[in-house]
């Protein structure tokens, strides 16, 4: 829609293909027998709205927070967001850890000991963790914009990524009920699925 309106360019003449997940859930990663936890992946940045997110999380009573802590995973990108000052600032060091910059194997670790995904972003061209975090079965609460809704589908919840009230009710309807978890993670895989190279590269050739 946004290319349509910016160019004028008639919308029978624009065709989307999406991007996909290479990454394969591997049967031979451990289960961590470790505190609970969901899950923010990416770089560290405004975009990102990782500080709404912390607020929101701050917001909850401390019985919610310890049950999930929350663990960050991504390297600092653009914008001067410090993120560790702002843990500090919201009396939540105790329940994050910044994990920084982690590689591939580890990766794959955070997404199958997840309970979920959160990805509130203001804005995302695609948002690649939310089909990989889907492919490990997991539920995600992501933001009600750009392309997220339509990535997330039925195993998402919703939330206004400009209103932390908003991201403090998901969080706490995330961490403090199974049921709503396994509503959302039962669709997962197969949303997932739905999002393939083979898929993508078909329609590139067609176009």
């Known amino acids: 829609t946004s290319v349509k309106n910016e160019f004028s360019i008639p919308e029978e003449s624009v065709s989307v293909v999406h991007l996909a997940s290479s990454r394969k859930p591997n049967e031979t990663i451990a289960n961590e027998q470790s505190e ?10 405004p975009r990102k709205n990782l500080i709404r997110l912390l607020k929101a999380y701050s917001q909850l009573s401390e019985s919610v927070k310890n049950q999930a802590k929350l663990y960050i995973a991504g390297g600092k ?3 001067d967001e410090n993120v560790a ?3 500090e ?7 994050v850890k910044m994990l920084g910059y982690v590689d591939e194997e580890r990766l794959s670790q955070l997404y199958k ?30 933001s009600n914009n750009s392309s997220m809704p339509e990535l997330a589908g039925d195993a998402g919840l919703l939330v206004d ?20 978890r396994n509503s959302f993670a039962k669709n997962a895989s197969y949303n997932a699925n739905q999002f393939s190279w083979d898929k993508s ?4 050739v067609n176009i």
């Open 89 to 95: 600032l919201l009396g939540i060091k105790q329940h």
């Open 36 to 45: 609970p936890f969901f899950l923010f992946v990416g770089t560290v940045e």
């Open 113 to 142: 000991n997840c309970l979920f995904l959160a990805m509130p972003s203001l804005y995302e061209g695609f948002g690649l963790p939310i089909v990989e975090a889907m492919s490990y079965g997991k539920p995600i609460l992501t």
């Open 201 to 204: 590269a078909t329609q590139l």
């Open 77 to 79: 990108g653009w914008g």
């Open 85 to 87: 000052a702002e843990i």
């Open 161 to 180: 990524a400009l209103d932390v009230n908003s991201i403090r009710c998901g969080l706490e309807q995330m961490i403090g009920s199974d049921d709503v």
